[in-house]
T-cell receptor
Framework: DTGVSQDPRHKITKRGQNVTFRCDPISEHNRLYWYRQTLGQGPEFLTYFQNEAQLEKSRLLSDRFSAERPKGSFSTLEIQRTEQGDSAMYLC????????????FGPGTRLTVT | LAKTTQPISMDSYEGQEVNITCSHN???????ITWYQQFPSQGPRFIIQ???TKVTNEVASLFIPADRKSSTLSLPRVSLSDTAVYYC????????????FGPGTRLSVLP
């Protein structure tokens, strides 16, 4: 296994458009996490899944953001009606359930909203 | 939400020991404190985790006092390749289980 992968690596979109990102976790990991990181800041937690169940979603997260993990494998993060403030690096991570603090991160998807 | 603070940056020379402290209040009482390393254009990489007292692995040590209001990452004998940003990660369970990264400490190792 080559680790966590994310697609696309870069996305440029116009304000108001919808975007979707994909994350493929390490295959034997049952937990999957999404974070957002802006320049010079630490990653900001968005949501996480255990298998296909979404266990937590940040209460600071806008309703324009939604995530799915339909078969407990890959996950998608969708942002509707993008705003310039959504420009950031979107990071995905995965872990074993009983080692939730040892998260393996992907390279991220850099979103630019113009 | 739990709040974390870290020094913004630190400088060190090769071969020195570096200690980076993260202050964190209002964190979950039953969760681990974790540290990550991040290089430019990469996702964070797990370094070490601990709950109380001292933990050591092959790359670092982690010191956590009894009150768990802070933690200190210790990197022995740093090299140029240790130049990176270091984050503490704590869990805030006041509103569910939220993973809170610190603001990060940019470590520069000089020759």
């Amino acid at each position: 296994d080559t680790g966590v992968s994310q697609d696309p690596r870069h996305k440029i979109t116009k304000r108001g458009q919808n975007v979707t990102f994909r994350c493929d976790p390490i295959s034997e990991h049952n937990r999957l996490y999404w974070y957002r990181q802006t320049l010079g800041q630490g990653p900001e937690f968005l949501t996480y899944f255990q298998n296909e169940a979404q266990l937590e979603k940040s209460r600071l997260l806008s309703d324009r953001f939604s995530a799915e993990r339909p078969k407990g494998s890959f996950s998608t993060l969708e942002i509707q009606r993008t705003e310039q403030g959504d420009s950031a690096m979107y990071l995905c991570a995965s872990s074993w359930r009983d080692r939730t603090y040892e998260q393996y991160f992907g390279p991220g998807t850099r979103l630019t909203v113009t | 939400l739990a709040k974390t603070t870290q020094p913004i940056s630190m400088d060190s020379y090769e071969g020195q020991e570096v200690n980076i402290t993260c202050s964190h209040n209002n964190i979950a009482t039953n969760d681990y404190i974790t540290w990550y390393q991040q290089f430019p254009s990469q996702g964070p990489r797990f370094i070490i985790q601990g709950y109380k007292t001292k933990v050591t692995n092959e790359v670092a040590s982690l010191f956590i006092p009894a009150d768990r209001k802070s933690s200190t990452l210790s990197l022995p004998r740093v090299s140029l390749s240790d130049t990176a940003v270091y984050y503490c990660l704590v869990v805030d369970d006041n509103y569910g289980q939220n993973f809170v990264f610190g603001p990060g400490t940019r470590l520069s190792v000089l020759p």
